[in-house]
């Protein structure tokens, strides 16, 4: 048993991607952005994360490639720190100290030694740009406290600085000013705007800057939409400038491209245009990217654009406007409703995501894997718009029925209300929509549920709404001669004396419904809709409610906005237990009879993990955030762990994520987040995510066998480690189609065994006999194996590695192989 | 990335009787034809050769008609009391008819006197038919008894005695030569053989049986008596395969659509109704204004002929589908744009790169795709705004979500503005759209307030819509007064129970007062 270390809270993936600008490689393979306290490497292509580069202790602000080497790149954080990275290898190669947070950073190619950063020192709003020599001493840990002043009362977004023509000049922008500073004159030009005393111009401060590549033109981009275009600004009194004007929102970012032909601009329109020379008549739009877009990049080599969006992703877009790649974090842009569920078929988890739509994402790799539209409308990205909101939704019958609700409401009495049920399709592996009812009740749906027993042959939910009444949905056949339907019907309608119907909720078998209306909880007979009793604490009206689980269920908890728990005795119809708690959250594990209740006090948030049966709490941890926590789920696990402590054996099954206010993602963990991902995983990502063109099939081939050729001298001297692309049988299985394999359940435990470490030494007898072997093969093979032959041998005379290689017995290596023949040989044929 | 979403259009559920292809077939036929005979209509055959005439047989007449004649083209009158069944021989130059006093009459087509008289029965013969090979006729009497008569020595070949009770339909087989059968007042329909000398099987319906017929095939056979329609299996044995109860009055004739597909029985109820032959679902109905005694389709279901007691054919004839034709088309590219590229062949190492196909937007949607949003609705034509008004609240509905409504209504002139004037009017008190076209209507009195007056045609328009309000407000009062009583009516003939479960509807929309400003 592993020493238990003590359950920390931690943040789980999801983290911002769209923070800073993104920066390409200087072959625009990869793409780097800022995630959190990581640096994240993606492959443009595949949209794949190839590394994660850990070191910062705080929020990353800047990333950098280092003009001196590209296949380096600089990151600065707020822990004081930059660091330079080989973002191939994903290694840190050197840490330089600076000492005071560091809010954003620049490099400059005319300036080997030395970058720039943006600090604040003395007050908490005045930031200053500095550069910062950095030493050239091979330690690993440099102080580099060499700081030299060159603008101040600058702002401290990195968009608002830039350099131009080739680093002779500086542009910062901050409210109606714009100054420029030129190294070589170490003088500094100021340019004011006409500011808000003229109501005409009342919008026009500055919100961002680019220069020119090679001319001498600064791009500004202001809060009215404008884009003006400076010149001449040597001289405080010639200079000239000329606007642009398209966006009628702010203008979020400008770049130019690397030839300084087009300036590309993005906004709250979500449409990134392409200003082509400058002038406001050629202009190209790539519309509907989603959301606001908050940066854009420029690769170097200048045949990608990428637009980061206020939805938590980077789209890659080509050099002729066209989307080519879509990155995608956990979307965080707006306020969650749905709250937090778990997709019974992918395990994913589930919220609000892009406007309209819901969002499935991977917890295991922080990975969102696709949006839902629900509402299925133009979504038209305008201040002050009442958008059409998803506010409620539940999965239903072990992920076979999805609904959801969607609520517009301008004023006191124009509601829009639509409720939908999509069903699973198979075949399509997504969700379709079943059945669309307009209007399912007169107020907003407060509460929604599936009845999820196991033996219920018809599914049925249930919705609780603020019009007093709670209506029955139930699944009917609606097939005729001409096609086979199902479709949902309203089956019973009930209220208790009008009150607001708040919560519902079906017992573990179904068999019973608890609805309650404010203050009361009345108790259903799912089969014949009867009112069986009621309950009433005075307590302030309920907010939640669940029943106990498993061998708690004739247990129900309630919680009050007056701040009491409730637990009654179903069998007894009395009050079990109460206790004085401020529950915020309450989630019952589905996998067990634990029910986790997060509770709100002013100093912070604290978690009461409790069974219904004993008012004891088994697991109370203070403090879990500073803030509120809005949303709670228990996840279950795909391997139980095995914690012996009683305290921790609630995290055996399940694992717990909660949503804060601020939208942050949070769990309860015992180990530290690097040893969460799988070594493995990574490096097949990293092998397999070169594309399989037929271009690949045909040169790739020539190349691997070039590099065969270089790889045999050297690998003669090296010791071969045991790394899992060596081993033949992965890379066979890995590389044949599908659908020419035999049966998964054949291959399994073969392909196991093949990794498998033995322990037992082969006696020196073995081996010649192997090697007979390999040679036997070696004769009716085709030439397409004999360099992997080569290899064996060779490295059978290194001894480390032979273990594994030999593991795989040779009448399933051959076996495999006679697959890839087959399939593979028109390919030799070209 | 995602291209531009069309504008949700609000459907709603269409009252009434359900629109499938079955609905669309059967109503796609003109007014019928009303020709009035001598006496209640008892029989009604098509002859199966064009020109597809048909025999009546009415009182003691027989008439045949030409397709779209009125008048008929012939006529056989040669019966001293009312004649029975004239049914036509499978080449249609032959026509055999039973009557009252026992007779079984052989007519041609073109003659005028009977060919041959077959006598023998002693009692009424209500049902005749010629046999699969053309050279025999069946037919069964009231006096109990089948008899096969042969044609061309008019000879009695075969009697068949089983029957305990009127003998009054009966059909012969179309494949074998040899089969056929008949349904009796004693409830049984029976088969026999003519190579044998009783009957090979024998089924119970349960009510005195009033036709039958046999499946082209041979294998099922339906029998309809009673109320009931029913199905026998014949290959197994005559097993009941279906019972079919969907007339409430004895059911008189049965009829086959021309693809098999369907079944068509009559009734004393009025009723025609048209099943499934696969799941035997009733999918379509028609109505008459008397009791039906006979019904016979004609060659691919052009023609439904169905004959009443009041002595009323009923003649409908399937709308012709070429005159939709008509309509001058618009000239359309040439076939060969649409294949262009289309018919190339894959070769084996070419790699197909699909272009994603565009898609077409209604003219209203690619206005708001562009943000022209004052040119919508207006741009509609007039007809549509009328016939679809769903598509023009949902667009309204659009506006009001991209906040832009008042700017798409305002700075219209008289012309434009009492067009959505008219459009307010005609749909304003319709509760599915009310929400919606309220809205619409305040922003429109908003605006143009400042202008009143300077319009006849406006404020006219104005004045109506200020009527119709009021009409509904009353309208709606009165509705809430009739939901109060409903409500105490109700609340005295519950249990006593702590719960109400009320499915009323809901009491449309009161924010309609506030227009009257």
């Known amino acids: 048993m592993v020493e238990e270390e003590n359950i920390r809270v931690v943040r789980c993936g999801g983290s911002e991607l769209n923070f800073r600008r993104a920066v390409f490689s200087a072959d625009s393979k990869y793409i780097f952005c800022v995630s959190g306290d990581f640096v994240k490497v993606y492959s443009t292509v595949t949209e794949e994360c190839v590394h994660i580069l850990h070191g910062h202790r705080n929020l990353v602000t800047g990333i950098q490639l280092n003009p001196n080497n590209h296949l380096q790149l600089y990151s600065c954080s707020l822990d004081g720190t930059i660091k330079l990275w080989d973002y191939i290898d994903g290694i840190l190669i050197k840490t330089f100290i600076v000492g005071c947070k560091l809010h954003a950073l620049?490099?400059?190619?005319?300036?080997?030694?030395?970058?720039?950063?943006?600090?604040?020192k003395e007050k908490p709003d005045i930031f200053q740009l500095v550069s910062v020599k950095l030493s050239k001493s091979s330690s690993q840990e440099v102080e580099a406290k060499e700081l030299s002043f060159v603008l101040d009362y600058i702002n401290q977004s990195p968009k608002c600085i830039a350099f131009g023509n080739e680093g002779v000049y500086v542009a910062a922008v901050r409210e109606f000013y714009l100054s420029v500073y030129f190294f070589?004159?170490?003088?500094?030009?100021?340019?004011?705007?006409?500011?808000?005393?003229?109501?005409?111009?009342?919008?026009?401060?500055?919100?961002?800057?680019?220069?020119?590549?090679?001319?001498?033109?600064?791009?500004?981009?202001?809060?009215?939409?404008?884009?003006?275009?400076?010149?001449?600004?040597?001289?405080?009194?010639?200079?000239?400038?000329?606007?642009?004007?398209?966006?009628?929102?702010?203008?979020?970012?400008?770049?130019?491209?690397?030839?300084?032909?087009?300036?590309?601009?993005?906004g709250r329109e979500s449409v990134l245009v392409e200003w082509r020379d400058a002038t406001e008549k050629n202009k190209e739009f790539l519309p509907r990217l989603g959301a606001t877009i908050e940066h854009i990049s420029v690769s170097p080599a200048g045949d990608l654009f990428c637009t980061s969006h206020s939805d938590n992703k980077i789209i890659i877009i080509h050099r002729n406007l066209e989307a080519s790649a879509v990155i995608q974090g956990l979307v965080k842009d707006r306020s969650i409703f749905t709250g937090l569920m778990i997709d019974p078929r992918t395990k994913a988890l589930v919220l609000n995501g892009k406007p309209g739509h819901l969002q499935f994402y991977s917890l295991q790799n922080d990975k969102q894997l696709y949006n839902l539209d629900i509402i299925q409308q133009e979504y038209i990205n305008d201040y002050g718009l009442i958008q059409i909101e998803l506010t409620k939704a539940a999965f239903g019958c072990f992920g076979n029925w999805l609904a959801t609700v969607e609520q517009r409401q301008e004023k006191e009495t124009e509601l829009e209300l639509q409720m939908k049920?999509?069903?699973?399709?198979?075949?399509?592996?997504?969700?379709?929509?079943?059945?669309?009812?307009?209007?399912?009740?007169?107020?907003?749906?407060?509460?929604?549920?599936?009845?999820?027993?196991?033996?219920?042959?018809?599914?049925?939910?249930?919705?609780?709404?603020?019009?007093?009444?709670?209506?029955?949905?139930?699944?009917?056949?609606?097939?005729?001669?001409?096609?086979?339907?199902?479709?949902?019907?309203?089956?019973?309608?009930?209220?208790?004396?009008?009150?607001?119907?708040?919560?519902?909720?079906?017992?573990?078998?179904?068999?019973?419904?608890?609805?309650?209306?404010?203050?009361?909880?009345?108790?259903?007979?799912?089969?014949?809709?009867?009112?069986?009793?009621?309950?009433?604490?005075?307590?302030?009206?309920?907010?939640?409610?669940?029943?106990?689980?498993?061998?708690?269920?004739?247990?129900?908890?309630?919680?009050?906005?007056?701040?009491?728990?409730?637990?009654?005795?179903?069998?007894?119809?009395?009050?079990?237990?109460?206790?004085?708690?401020?529950?915020r959250v309450m989630e019952p594990d589905p996998n067990s009879e634990n029910i986790a209740a997060i509770s709100q006090s002013s100093v912070g948030s604290d978690l009461f993990v409790f069974k219904p049966s004993e008012p004891r709490p088994l697991y109370i941890q203070k403090g879990i955030s500073r803030e509120e926590v809005q949303w709670g789920v228990f996840v279950p696990r795909d391997v139980p762990e095995s914690f012996t402590s009683e305290a921790y054996q609630w995290l055996n099954r399940s694992q717990f994520y909660f949503l804060t206010k601020s939208q942050s993602l949070l769990t309860f963990s015992t180990k530290s987040p690097e040893e969460k991902l799988t070594p493995t995983s990574k490096q097949l990502l990293a092998e397999e995510s070169l594309p399989t063109t037929p271009f690949y099939f045909i040169l790739g081939k020539h190349r691997q066998q070039q590099d065969e050729k270089l790889n045999e001298t050297l690998e003669n001297e090296l010791v071969q480690l045991p790394l899992t692309e060596n081993i033949p049988a992965i890379s066979e299985l890995l590389h044949t189609p599908a659908h020419v394999l035999p049966s998964a359940a054949f291959l399994c435990?073969?392909?196991?065994?093949?990794?498998?470490?033995?322990?037992?030494?082969?006696?020196?007898k073995e081996i010649p006999e192997d090697v007979d072997m390999e040679e036997e093969k070696e004769s009716e093979d085709s030439d397409e194996e004999n360099d992997f032959t080569e290899k064996v041998q060779d490295t059978s005379n290194t001894g480390l590695g032979e273990d594994i290689i030999h593991q795989l017995s040779k009448s399933e290596e051959k076996e495999l192989r006679k697959f890839r023949k087959i399939d593979y040989s028109w390919i030799a044929a070209l | 990335m995602a291209g531009y979403k069309p504008v949700a259009i609000q459907t709603y559920p269409i009252l009434g009787e359900k629109i499938t292809q079955d609905t669309l077939y059967w109503n796609n036929y003109k007014t019928p034809v009303?020709?009035?005979?001598?006496?209640?209509?008892?029989?009604?055959?098509?002859?199966?050769?064009?020109?597809?005439?048909?025999?009546?047989?009415?009182?003691?007449?027989?008439?045949?008609?030409?397709?779209?004649?009125?008048?008929?083209?012939?006529?056989?009158?040669?019966?001293?009391?009312t004649a029975y069944c004239a049914t036509f021989r499978q080449d249609g130059r032959l026509l055999v008819a039973g009557s009252e006093d026992g007779g079984v009459q052989l007519f041609d087509i073109s003659g005028r006197a009977p060919l041959r008289q077959f006598e023998g029965h002693t009692k009424a013969v209500h049902t005749v038919d010629f046999t699969a090979d053309k050279y025999h006729v069946v037919s069964g009497a009231d006096d109990y008894t089948v008899k096969l008569w042969d044609i061309p020595n008019s000879k009695e070949i075969l009697t068949f005695k089983e029957h305990s009770d009127y003998v009054r339909c009966g059909c012969a087989s179309k494949l074998n030569p040899d089969l056929f059968i008949t349904g009796s007042y004693d409830h049984t329909v029976k088969m026999f053989d003519a190579r044998t000398s009783e009957s090979v099987l024998s089924v119970e319906h349960g009510q005195p049986v009033e036709s039958v017929l046999l499946f082209p095939s041979g294998g099922l056979l339906v029998s309809a008596g009673g109320r009931y329609v029913k199905v026998w299996d014949m290959l197994k044995g005559g097993q009941l395969l279906v019972s079919l109860k969907n007339h409430h009055k004895t059911v008189t004739c049965l009829c086959l659509s021309s693809s098999g597909?369907?079944?068509?029985?009559?009734?004393?109820?009025?009723?025609?109704?048209?099943?499934?032959?696969?799941?035997?679902?009733?999918?379509?109905?028609?109505?008459?204004?008397?009791?039906?005694?006979?019904?016979?389709?004609?060659?691919?279901?052009?023609?439904?002929?169905?004959?009443?007691?009041?002595?009323?054919?009923?003649?409908?004839?399937?709308?012709?589908?070429?005159?939709?034709?008509?309509?001058?088309?618009?000239?359309?590219?040439?076939?060969?744009?649409?294949?262009?590229?289309?018919?190339?062949?894959?070769?084996?190492?070419?790699?197909?790169?699909?272009?994603?196909?565009?898609?077409?937007?209604?003219?209203?949607?690619?206005?708001?795709?562009?943000?022209?949003?004052?040119?919508?609705?207006?741009?509609?034509?007039?007809?549509?705004?009328?016939?679809?008004?769903?598509?023009?609240?949902?667009?309204?509905?659009?506006?009001?979500?991209?906040?832009?409504?008042?700017?798409?209504?305002?700075?219209?002139d008289e012309k434009e503005i009492s067009h959505v004037l008219n459009f307010l009017i005609r749909n304003l008190s319709q509760p599915r759209f009310a929400p919606v076209l309220i809205n619409a209507a305040e922003i429109i009195i908003d605006i143009y307030l400042p202008v009143i007056g300077q319009s006849p045609v406006v404020d006219k328009?104005?004045?109506?819509?200020?009527?119709?309000?009021?009409?509904?407000?009353?309208?709606?009062?009165?509705?809430?007064?009739?939901?109060?009583?409903?409500?105490?009516?109700?609340?005295?003939?519950?249990?006593?129970?702590?719960?109400?479960?009320?499915?009323?509807?809901?009491?449309?929309?009161?924010?309609?007062?506030?227009?009257?400003?």
């Open chain 1, 106 to 120: 620049f490099t400059l190619a005319q300036a080997e030694d030395s970058v720039f950063v943006i600090v604040n």
């Open chain 1, 184 to 266: 070589k004159k170490k003088t500094t030009s100021r340019f004011t705007l006409s500011s808000s005393r003229n109501k005409k111009h009342a919008k026009n401060n500055f919100t961002c800057v680019a220069c020119h590549p090679t001319e001498d033109c600064i791009a500004s981009g202001h809060m009215d939409g404008k884009i003006r275009l400076w010149r001449n600004f040597y001289d405080d009194k010639k200079y000239t400038y000329t606007c642009l004007h398209w966006h009628h929102d702010m203008v979020m970012d400008l770049a130019f491209s690397v030839t300084g032909t087009s300036l590309l601009s993005g």
């Open chain 1, 421 to 583: 049920l999509w069903m699973y399709n198979k075949k399509t592996q997504g969700f379709i929509l079943n059945t669309k009812i307009n209007m399912p009740h007169e107020d907003c749906i407060t509460a929604l549920c599936f009845c999820n027993a196991e033996k219920s042959e018809q599914p049925t939910l249930v919705t609780a709404s603020k019009d007093g009444y709670f209506k029955v949905w139930i699944l009917t056949d609606d097939s005729d001669i001409y096609k086979k339907a199902v479709g949902w019907t309203c089956d019973f309608v009930g209220s208790y004396h009008k009150y607001q119907a708040t919560n519902c909720c079906f017992s573990e078998d179904g068999s019973l419904l608890a609805v309650s209306f404010e203050e009361i909880v009345t108790i259903w007979d799912s089969v014949t809709w009867e009112l069986k009793c009621t309950f009433c604490q005075r307590a302030g009206k309920i907010r939640h409610l669940c029943f106990g689980r498993l061998t708690c269920s004739k247990y129900l908890l309630g919680a009050t906005e007056n701040g009491i728990l409730c637990c009654w005795n179903l069998l007894s119809c009395a009050l079990e237990w109460n206790a004085k708690l401020n529950v």
């Open chain 1, 749 to 764: 435990s073969m392909f196991v065994n093949s990794l498998l470490l033995s322990k037992e030494t082969k006696s020196a």
């Open chain 2, 34 to 81: 009303q020709i009035k005979e001598f006496g209640a209509v008892s029989k009604v055959d098509f002859s199966p050769q064009p020109p597809y005439n048909y025999a009546v047989t009415a009182s003691s007449r027989i008439h045949i008609y030409g397709r779209y004649s009125q008048e008929p083209i012939k006529t056989f009158s040669r019966f001293k009391d």
């Open chain 2, 261 to 412: 597909q369907r079944l068509l029985s009559g009734s004393l109820d009025r009723k025609v109704k048209v099943y499934s032959t696969t799941s035997y679902k009733v999918v379509h109905s028609f109505d008459y204004a008397a009791s039906i005694l006979s019904l016979a389709l004609a060659h691919e279901d052009e023609t439904i002929v169905v004959g009443m007691t009041n002595g009323i054919l009923s003649v409908k004839h399937r709308k012709s589908e070429a005159k939709k034709e008509s309509l001058p088309r618009r000239r359309r590219p040439a076939y060969r744009t649409f294949i262009k590229g289309k018919n190339y062949m894959k070769q084996r190492d070419d790699i197909l790169i699909n272009r994603p196909a565009k898609k077409h937007l209604e003219l209203y949607d690619r206005d708001l795709k562009h943000f022209r949003i004052s040119k919508h609705f207006l741009k509609n034509h007039p007809t549509c705004t009328i016939k679809t008004p769903e598509i023009t609240v949902s667009i309204i509905k659009e506006l009001n979500r991209r906040g832009v409504l008042a700017n798409a209504l305002a700075g219209r």
């Open chain 2, 461 to 517: 328009k104005f004045l109506l819509l200020q009527g119709l309000v009021e009409k509904e407000i009353d309208y709606q009062r009165e509705l809430l007064e009739t939901l109060g009583m409903m409500d105490m009516l109700f609340a005295t003939m519950r249990r006593k129970e702590g719960t109400s479960v009320l499915g009323h509807t809901s009491d449309g929309f009161p924010e309609n007062k506030k227009i009257e400003s």
